[in-house]
């Protein structure tokens, strides 16, 4: 018999190993693959990832299980890359003027997004709120509904951010395909 996450995720957070590597084996994937749609590089995707999951054990001892399990752990995600976002800007603050060395580091920076593929490069033009929501409803499992949940906001401000996401892309491709 299967336990649902809810059970798995208070047991884990009462501090059952085994409860913990089954939600880890059963989210890992689709965890990555929201933070590789939130950050845009795999390897910062991976570094959010592995983060997440060094900080899960000490996050689960607020899970209620008020939310589904899933709800929650995005959202634990989507902090977690504001933190990063915000961390990496803050960086880049005080690192600007630097010399060379900044320049070439961002200058690598540029040409590596370049270099991504067009949706991804797309999705790191929009703003983060917008971002965010797209990256969330990417994900064939999860609903307008839930995405509200996760980002903390009203199912019809997910709608209408879905609506401007689809605007922005189809003006960045016709203006590409004008170029």
């Excluded at 997440?52 to 399990?69: E, M, N, R, V």
């Amino acid at each position: 018999m299967s336990v649902d996450d809810q059970n798995l995720a208070l047991a884990a957070a009462g501090g059952d190993g085994k409860a913990f590597g089954v939600l880890l084996r059963r989210h890992y994937d689709r965890l990555f693959g929201l933070c590789f749609r939130l950050t845009g590089s795999k390897a910062d995707a991976e570094d959010l990832t592995q983060d997440i999951c060094a900080a899960l054990p000490a996050k689960l001892a607020s899970f209620k299980g008020d939310a589904k399990f899933t709800t929650w752990l995005y959202r634990v995600a989507v902090n977690a890359a504001h933190d990063r976002r915000r961390r990496q800007q803050t960086h880049a603050r005080h690192a600007d003027g630097w010399g060379d060395w900044e320049v070439n580091r961002q200058e690598t920076i540029r040409e590596e997004a370049e270099a991504r593929d067009w949706l991804s490069e797309a999705m790191t033009s929009l703003p983060q709120d917008l971002r965010d929501t797209l990256a969330l409803t990417m994900d064939q499992d999860m609903t307008q509904a839930q995405a509200a949940d996760v980002l903390g906001v009203t199912e019809g401000t997910v709608s209408w951010r879905i609506s401007e996401v689809k605007k922005r892309l189809k003006a960045l491709h016709e203006k590409e395909a004008t170029l």
